[in-house]
């Protein structure tokens, strides 16, 4: 299995290909993205159900889309989509998935059965689509990605695309100029931010019945401190404990240490020379992000895993639950980041290159060629979804330094889009993202939530533990204690896990439920696949328990780090703008090699 790390490398090479250097030094500001995991397509001929041969998974199709919803004279684009009809029964719906935030290649294999969308086709006589969104890989209303264009990169724009898409596509297979969602049943699915475009555009459109939303991130937040928080809960508790130590000792010491104590306190990641204390502390983040390679497969030798072993075995022991203590910690952690883990995310460019984030003339912030994900996922952030990856507030335990606030990713955000920001940092809009989408207050009908107990994005799904949110039968919510993120769109991994088996077939329920009060509410309709019925009410609820965060902890701003002068170590050519960083969202958990 590709780690996220590995398969962003080889996406940051793809859109960086002049240096080495400068593919590295994007790299090492990489923060998790919030898109579902690929998997790989059968490679024998794709027939229909009649057994005739069908075009296969890999054939790109085209739409014309416009180019802006509020202003129809500005013309189409073109967007991409994958489609098949290998299982379609006319009068059988039609099944949409987008990948959200990265280019549509590679993620044919959600046409198939190995995935959600493909299994609700094969249960239900329906066809699926795979549409690219817009400004991810080549489905782009204008030429480039500065600041003016990615002004039509909005949640708004993309919930019209899914509408204007279905109302208008003449789909390549017999009669698909037939299926507009007045003549058939439309369902959507996506997963992350995909997921939570399905419970958007549900709760603001009438053009599709159903949807089913794995791992949606619905919840746009200017501080997204649950993401490590989840981490802390689920993950081994030797490793957290000791993780809560460094974290606090480098928090304490980089707030009331001697200038010594601070260099060699950074001297034991070999980064003495870099001058931003919120830099050294935001770049041991990047081991706590190895969790969301994670899946009910993972061995000992996933990344974060290898991470946790190097801290808590020692000699072939393994600490108890509370860890060695904080000098054994303190010593393992730098002696794995040096010897072993620095290279993976920098390979030769020095740390201040790789790790600093305080260099606004580097170019990759202004390299506004097409097909960047993380230029146009940045955008979102920045502008409408927030989601800084921070340390907890005071008075709650936390693995991420309290140095980490929503400002070190603001500040990121005038680099990349100077134009935009041309007076400073200034929060995402995230209170009217919310209020447009509805966030955690989605009351959408036929809305089927799947999250993951162990999913570092859940405190920002429908399943987080900072609002009470009650499944109901016309928007149930499930939870697989054994899941991650986006793992129960991957249909092998009911064979790894119970729990997701339990979502897995509880969704398959309820839409085939929902699907036949369609056809009982247009009879004049053909009926499609006669499926077999299974009841929800009779298979399990999967659910898990809460952690119980006091509210006084949920209401905190995010903590307040002392405003930090700069250390002894290399210059900063920031122009002497506030420190801030920018952060994108959590996943692309790749499943490619189990399926080959």
Request: aromatic share 12%.
């Amino acid at each position: 299995m590709f780690s996220v790390r590995t398969l962003l490398l080889a996406l940051s090479s793809a859109v960086f290909t002049n240096a080495a250097a400068r593919t590295h030094r994007f790299q090492g500001l990489l923060a998790p993205i919030a898109a579902p995991p690929q998997i790989s397509v059968p490679a024998a001929p794709v027939t229909d159900v009649n057994g005739t041969e069908i075009p296969p998974y890999d054939v790109l199709y085209s739409f014309e889309q416009l180019v802006d919803h509020k202003k129809l004279t500005a013309g189409t684009f073109t967007q991409r989509y994958y489609h098949t009809w290998e299982f379609y029964i006319p009068g059988g719906p039609i099944i949409i998935f987008t990948p959200g935030e990265l280019n549509v290649e590679g993620y044919q294999g959600y046409l198939t059965n190995r995935t959600i969308p493909g299994r609700i086709a094969q249960e239900n006589g329906g066809a699926v689509i795979v549409l690219e969104h817009r400004f991810f890989g080549w489905s782009n209303p204008k030429s480039d990605l500065s600041d003016e264009s990615l002004k039509l990169l909005t949640v708004e724009q993309a919930i019209e695309d899914m509408a204007y898409f279905a109302n208008n596509v003449k789909l390549p297979m017999p009669n698909g100029d037939q299926v507009s969602p007045t003549k058939a049943p439309w369902v959507i699915v996506g997963g992350s931010y995909s997921g939570a475009l399905t419970s958007w555009v549900l709760n603001t459109k009438k053009e599709f019945w159903a949807g089913y939303s794995s791992s949606g991130v619905v919840q746009a937040a200017r501080s997204n401190w649950g993401y490590t928080e989840v981490i802390r809960q689920n993950a081994q508790k030797n490793c957290t404990a000791d993780i809560e130590r460094v974290i606090d000792h480098i928090d304490k010491t980089f707030t009331f240490g001697t200038p010594a104590q601070i260099q060699a306190l950074k001297a034991n990641w070999n980064m003495g020379n870099i001058t931003h204390l919120d830099d050294v502390a935001g770049a041991l983040r990047y081991n706590l992000w190895e969790w969301q390679d994670l899946s009910p497969t993972s061995t000992r030798d996933a990344g974060f895993h290898v991470f946790c072993d190097a801290l808590e075995v020692k000699d072939g022991v393994s600490a108890g639950s509370d860890g060695w203590g904080l000098e054994n910690a303190l010593k393992a952690w730098g002696s794995y980041w040096n010897e072993t883990y620095y290279a993976q995310v920098c390979g030769d460019t020095n740390a201040v290159d790789c790790l600093g984030s305080y260099d606004s003339t580097q170019e990759f912030w202004h390299d506004t060629s097409l097909d960047q994900y993380y230029r146009s996922w940045t955008w979102l952030t920045c502008t409408q979804l927030g989601y800084s990856f921070d340390g907890a507030p005071l008075g709650w335990p936390t693995i991420t330094s309290r140095l980490m606030t929503p400002p070190y990713s603001e500040r990121q955000c005038t680099y990349w889009f100077n134009r935009t920001y041309p007076l400073g940092p200034t929060p995402a809009a995230t209170l009217q993202t919310n209020l447009l989408t509805k966030g955690w207050l989605s009351n959408a009908k036929r809305l089927f939530f799947a999250n993951g107990q162990k999913d570092p994005w859940r405190e920002v799904t429908m399943s987080t533990d900072f609002l009470p949110i009650k499944s109901t039968e016309t928007q149930p919510i499930a939870v697989s204690s054994g899941g991650y993120h986006c793992t129960d769109l991957i249909t092998r991994y009911a064979q790894s896990d119970a729990s997701i088996k339990q979502v897995q077939d509880l969704g398959m329920a309820y839409m085939g439920l929902w699907l036949a009060q369609w056809h009982a509410a247009n009879l004049k309709m053909p009926m499609g696949k006669n499926a077999t019925l299974t009841d929800p009410a009779g298979l399990p609820k999967p659910g898990a328990g809460k952690t119980i965060i006091p509210q006084t902890v949920i209401d905190s701003p995010p903590a307040a780090a002392p405003s930090l002068p700069a250390s002894s170590g290399s210059k900063s050519s920031d122009g002497g703008r506030a420190r801030f960083h920018v952060i994108p969202d959590p996943m692309v958990m790749d499943a490619l090699a189990a399926d080959a």
